[in-house]
């Protein structure tokens, strides 16, 4: 990439009036906060840049989200949050406001779907919803199959197969909805990015136009997917789980690449 279009690129992004950013890769890795995060986030505060956290993550409710990044050192409000698991219960309750639902899930699912008026059955759910947990067991599983068998719809909160960690690659969503599907042939429906579902509402929450805005993520599968078909720009990140390589590997490509977040503010860039 020459200099001159790469100062070309960020300065197309800086002029974007919303930013919808993924966090887990973009913003931190696990309870870790990536390079330049905080001068980037305060650019978009200080800028009155329109921002929306737009996470697949389904564990953790917007406030939770907000108390972890105070104890990283941004102070960002909760209206700037929007998880898949939001949008799942969203959806649950457009098709069915009486909805019952098994749930494989952390707290930031339950809570979203007992707001949303979903109630939890574990004799004969309507729904078996599946997100990211740390309490993922065999017995979860096997409850979830014997429901899908009787009858019940399959509901992933979104369809990433791994994520990031400070460990390293680790098992996401997909990952866990997968022995489920197998074992009863039922193919499920992903709530999250990049269903167009979770952009749509996006840019209602901002108020922008999609060419006034630029999705920024770590994900070629689903963030960068996502912005292609909902016709918005694309920054790729390569702070998460995709490097050059694999971004290669895809029929499609984002509209910009960038090393991280901070990147984007950069007047010397070098070459990637």
Same mark, same amino acid.
């Given at each position: 990439?020459?200099?001159?279009?790469?100062?070309?690129?960020?300065? /197309?992004?800086?002029?974007?009036?919303?930013?919808?950013?993924?966090?887990?890769?973009?913003?931190?890795?696990?309870?870790?906060?990536?390079?330049?995060?905080?001068?980037? +986030?305060?650019?978009?505060?200080?800028?009155?840049?329109?921002?929306?956290?737009?996470?697949?993550? =389904?564990?953790?409710?917007?406030?939770?989200?907000?108390?972890? $990044?105070?104890?990283?050192? $941004?102070?960002?409000?909760?209206?700037?949050?929007?998880? =898949? /698991?939001? /949008? @799942? /219960?969203?959806?649950?309750?457009?098709?069915?406001?009486?909805?019952?639902?098994?749930?494989?899930?952390?707290?930031?699912?339950?809570?979203?779907?007992?707001?949303?008026?979903?109630?939890?059955?574990?004799? =004969?759910?309507?729904?078996? #919803?599946?997100?990211? @947990? =740390?309490?993922?067991?065999?017995?979860?599983?096997?409850?979830?199959?014997?429901?899908?068998?009787?009858?019940?719809?399959?509901?992933?909160?979104?369809?990433?197969?791994?994520?990031?960690?400070?460990?390293?690659?680790?098992?996401?969503?997909?990952?866990?909805?997968?022995?489920?599907?197998?074992? @009863?042939?039922?193919?499920?429906?992903?709530?999250?990015?990049?269903?167009?579902?979770?952009?749509?509402?996006?840019?209602?929450?901002?108020?922008?136009?999609?060419?006034?805005?630029? #999705? +920024?993520?770590?994900?070629?599968? @689903?963030?960068? +997917?996502?912005?292609?078909?909902?016709?918005?720009?694309?920054?790729?990140?390569?702070?998460?789980?995709?490097? $050059?390589?694999?971004?290669?590997?895809?029929?499609?490509?984002?509209?910009?690449?960038?090393?991280? +977040?901070?990147?984007?503010?950069?007047?010397?860039?070098?070459?990637?």
């Amino acid at each position: 990439m020459k200099w001159g279009d790469a100062m070309a690129q960020r300065q /197309a992004v800086r002029d974007k009036k919303g930013f919808i950013c993924d966090m887990d890769g973009v913003i931190y890795h696990g309870n870790t906060i990536l390079p330049n995060v905080l001068e980037f +986030v305060h650019w978009l505060q200080e800028e009155n840049k329109r921002f929306l956290f737009l996470t697949n993550g =389904s564990g953790r409710s917007p406030k939770e989200l907000r108390q972890k $990044l105070q104890r990283m050192g $941004l102070d960002v409000d909760e209206s700037h949050f929007y998880t =898949s /698991a939001l /949008a @799942t /219960a969203a959806f649950i309750k457009s098709q069915n406001p009486r909805a019952t639902a098994y749930v494989i899930g952390d707290p930031g699912l339950m809570g979203a779907l007992y707001d949303a008026g979903i109630t939890m059955d574990d004799v =004969s759910p309507e729904y078996v #919803i599946v997100g990211e @947990t =740390s309490n993922y067991n065999s017995d979860s599983i096997i409850k979830a199959v014997r429901y899908v068998f009787n009858g019940a719809k399959l509901i992933g909160t979104n369809p990433d197969l791994t994520g990031p960690s400070e460990q390293g690659i680790v098992p996401a969503c997909r990952a866990y909805v997968a022995p489920i599907e197998l074992t @009863t042939g039922k193919v499920p429906y992903y709530i999250g990015k990049p269903n167009p579902l979770m952009m749509r509402t996006g840019l209602r929450m901002l108020g922008v136009e999609p060419e006034d805005a630029v #999705i +920024v993520g770590d994900r070629m599968d @689903t963030d960068i +997917v996502a912005g292609i078909e909902s016709e918005i720009d694309t920054a790729l990140v390569l702070s998460g789980v995709t490097n $050059l390589h694999i971004m290669r590997k895809f029929p499609y490509r984002p509209s910009f690449v960038f090393r991280g +977040v901070g990147e984007i503010l950069t007047d010397s860039p070098e070459e990637i």
